[in-house]
């Protein structure tokens, strides 16, 4: 069964600032996606960028970017010049691949607070 | 841009009594999901359909829970009695093909009293 790992349950940056939100999945498979998602306060799911794990090139979204390792099954998320609206609720999702239709798992999240 | 719609975005009921929940999926997807979130816990898959059945479910979806697409737009999760530990944000979404992603709903927020 494919696991997400997020270590990190809480993080702060200040505006503007670069900030890395880490994660971590267990998968036997080697073709794959994996998925960054933001819940604001509103509390609605917002995809923020998804990454194919045959592509060698990390996805890039304007300022959010990933750092896809493979072999290391790690997959964090970047996120530069942050922004007050940047505060939210990050989960990592993984699709199940044993999963006819792609159930997707979900990692514990981080909350990031971007701060004045 | 095509959203996913859920109605409604509030919903307070008994413990005990029926609730539907409903979703307008993406016009064009093909799979549909239902997931939920227990105040500060993760997301949790429930189900999934296509082809107008349950593709797979998951242990939290038991009898108490059903789903169908009455009429090809509309996207429905019913809960036959709800009890209090059913309090908790549910989130529909929908996809069009495998390995794209989903895209969710922004939620319905169920409270159980």
């Known amino acids: 069964a494919q696991t997400v790992t997020q270590s990190q349950p809480e993080m702060s940056v200040q505006e503007a600032e670069t900030v890395t939100l880490s994660c971590t999945y267990d998968t036997s498979e080697s073709n794959y996606y994996l998925f960054w998602y933001k819940q604001p306060p509103s509390r609605q799911m917002i995809l923020v960028i998804r990454q194919e794990a045959y592509k060698q090139q990390n996805a890039t979204e304007n300022r959010f970017s990933v750092n896809f390792q493979k072999a290391a099954k790690s997959f964090s998320l970047k996120i530069s010049d942050s922004q007050l609206g940047d505060t939210a609720m990050y989960f990592c999702?993984?699709?199940?691949?044993?999963?006819?239709?792609?159930?997707?798992?979900f990692g514990r999240g981080t909350q990031l607070t971007v701060w004045p | 841009e095509p959203e996913v719609t859920q109605t409604p975005s509030h919903q307070v009921t008994q413990m005990g009594q029926e609730v539907i929940l409903r979703c307008v999926p993406i016009s064009n997807h093909l799979y549909f999901y239902w997931y939920r979130q227990i105040l500060g816990q993760k997301v949790e898959f429930l189900v999934s359909?296509?082809?107008?059945?349950?593709?797979?479910k998951s242990e939290i979806f038991d009898d108490q829970f059903s789903v169908e697409r009455p009429d090809g737009s509309n996207f429905t999760l019913k809960i036959r009695s709800t009890k209090l530990e059913d309090s908790a944000m549910y989130f529909c979404a929908s996809r069009d093909r495998q390995g794209t992603e989903a895209f969710f709903g922004q939620g319905t927020r169920l409270t159980v009293v």
């Open positions: 359909f296509y082809n107008n059945e349950i593709s797979e």
């Open positions: 999702a993984f699709p199940d691949r044993g999963s006819t239709l792609g159930r997707l798992y």
